[in-house]
């Protein structure tokens, strides 16, 4: 008896580890496996509220991978506590099912990215985001107030209240999640300047300050002269003369700006001609970088009240109308016959190509 009882168990145990031995093998094989990735890369999107179950028997249906029986018990049994994170896997040539899992594991999603450029206004913005085809679009047919509704600043204008940089993402990610970072790093960069400001500025507040660095950003060509050109306008906001810069009568045109300002346009009043209306714009004119912030907040010190653009990018700045009229004779006159020239205070002919 005792003997047919240990020929059974040692059957058993036999059996046991022939069993166990095959679902080690099964399951090897199956983390093993190439990928049926050709050529190119797989992108493997996984949505939010997939399951690892769920994406092997996607994989083994759409003919990538076999044995999404043991995939998942795989994962069932080693990786259960493992939350799996939504976005696109990229699959390469020649890539097992362990090293996807090993993906996985990582939480290595594709990311991609999309740059917000100095000097864009909020219309280029949207229009940027808009032809981001891997951004989730939730913004179409939404008013601007509508957008600044929900990012929680129904009172704001949008223009200049978003911070230019690279921002990298995922799939899934929406319109609206990137457009409240940059908003909120735009607070952040501003608030961090603020701090740092230099004193006795003409400014009531920070977005005052924002507003002048949205000019300066417009009319820089060559950065090292940032500061330069900040002292410019806050001598001239100091002194009560009119800022004279076009790039806000441009932004004030609208879409009626063709490439070009006329002497009617100089004249025409929005609520953005600083030919005709003293002290800053009411709002930014366009997103700004720290740098230009920074400029905005620590002007250069100098006695300079105009510029003129040399035509490489660079300016001539001067102390006196006079001095201004002959730099706009030898760098502007020359090259463009309807070239105006800078007025003094409120009155006389103009310059449309810089601020004066």
Do not use: C
């Amino acid at each position: 008896m005792i003997r047919k009882l240990l020929a059974l168990l040692l059957t058993l145990f036999v059996l046991a580890a022939i069993a166990l031995g095959l679902f080690a093998w099964k399951q090897h094989a199956a983390l093993e496996q190439p990928l049926a990735v050709t050529d190119e890369a797989l992108l493997l999107e996984v949505r939010p509220g997939d399951t690892p179950s769920g994406v092997f028997q996607r994989l083994e249906a759409e003919g990538v991978l076999d044995d999404a029986f043991w995939l998942r018990l795989y994962w069932r049994l080693n990786l259960s506590g493992q939350s799996l994170h939504s976005g696109e896997y990229r699959l390469a040539p020649g890539m097992t099912a362990r090293d996807m899992i090993g993906l996985w594991q990582r939480g290595e999603v594709v990311q991609y990215s999309l740059t917000l450029v100095e000097g864009w206004n909020f219309r280029q913005l949207r229009s940027a985001l808009q032809n981001q085809t891997k951004l989730e679009q939730t913004l179409d047919g939404l008013s601007d107030a509508d957008i600044m509704a929900k990012l929680g600043a129904p009172e704001l204008h949008p223009e200049g209240r978003f911070f230019p940089d690279t921002y990298r993402f995922t799939r899934g990610t929406s319109d609206l999640d990137l457009l409240r970072r940059a908003f909120t790093r735009l607070e952040q960069v501003l608030e961090e300047e603020w701090q740092q400001r230099a004193q006795g500025l003409p400014y009531k507040d920070a977005y005052q300050a924002l507003i002048m660095a949205s000019i300066i950003e417009k009319e820089t060509g060559v950065p090292e002269e940032r500061g330069e050109i900040s002292g410019v306008f806050v001598r001239r906001l100091e002194r009560g003369m009119l800022l004279q810069t076009d790039p806000t009568v441009i932004y004030g045109m609208g879409e009626a700006y063709k490439g070009r300002i006329t002497r009617t346009d100089l004249r025409t009043p929005t609520p953005y001609n600083t030919y005709t209306n003293a002290g800053l714009p009411p709002t930014p004119i366009a997103m700004v970088g720290r740098e230009a912030i920074r400029a905005a907040l620590n002007p250069v010190d100098g006695s300079s009240l105009y510029f003129v653009a040399r035509g490489d990018g660079s300016h001539v700045f001067s102390d006196t109308l006079e001095q201004h009229n002959r730099a706009v004779r030898e760098y502007q006159l020359k090259r463009r016959a309807d070239y105006r020239s800078s007025p003094p205070p409120r009155q006389a002919p103009v310059n449309s190509e810089n601020a004066q």
